[in-house]
């Protein structure tokens, strides 16, 4: 188990869990988005390598309506 | 006719028409009210994925960023750091480089600080990015982000969302005399006329949001603009006449009969 934070919110991801599996959890693999674990931005080439450990961070952000 | 191009950096867009794609009532009158305007490039926010709702739509679904570029913007930051992360990471979500930068001051005016604006183009400009900068109307300031490699000045007429029109005819115009990258008008337009008024004037472009999203009919005031920009630029390249302060009557005065 790992407790983490996407998006500020408090989640439980079984062990193990890479930042490709978060997307797949979330229905957003393959749409554009671009993430931050800790502060940094991952490279979409590393999203299956990175595993998430306790106390991660993660930031995913898209394209919204704006001025 | 000389053909008349409207180049930001090297990307040569169709219209001079930029249009943000927030405060629309839902995602589809967004989609129509782009189309209606004719711009080939609309402002987008970079924000939270909303986690808990798996089926929200996307704005990527409805305007597609193949057919109209998108111009990743840095609204709601307040300084250089918040901007830079907010940046960075557009360019991750698809290869972005082109961006607009704007770093506000005060909450109520929602002015921009020049001096982390200033301070920001140059490090973006350093990592490649084009930036395209909303800034005040004053010549100096605009000087310096050009100086600086800005890839267009975008000085407001008025607040963000004020509808208010050109304030300050004046800077303006000393702004497009000096600059030799593009002038795009951002924020504080009303309405059409108000287009209009900034492109006789000289200005490249202009950047609506609020004036098509707030209308009553969004659709129809997003074709309005689209002709008000068209004959702005018309009207500028045409070369006005000169004004008189007297009459100069438009029918001959020779052979009238006595």
Redesign the interface.
Known sequence: MAKIQINGKKVVLKQNFSVQDVLKKYKLNGKKVAIELNGKIIPQNKYNKKKLKNNDKIEIVQFIGGG | MKSDIFKIDKKILKSRLIV?????KN?IE?AKAIKSSGADMV??????????D?KKP???DYVS?KKIS?L??T?GCFNSIEAL?TL???R???GWKMVKLEILGDKKTLYPDMIETIKTTKVLVKEGFKVLVYCTDDPLHAKKLEDMGASAIMPLAAP??SGLGIHNKLNISLIIKQSKVPVIIDAGIGTASDATIAMEMGCDGV?I??AIALAKNPVQMAEAFKYAVISGRKSFLSGRMKKSNFANASSPEKDLIS
């Open positions: 943000g794609t927030g405060k629309y995602l967004t402002t987008v926010a970079v924000r939270r994925v909303n986690i808990s798996k996307l704005l990527m960023p998108y990743p913007n609204a992360r960075r990471l557009a991750e979500i698809g963000i969302g950047l949001n609020s």
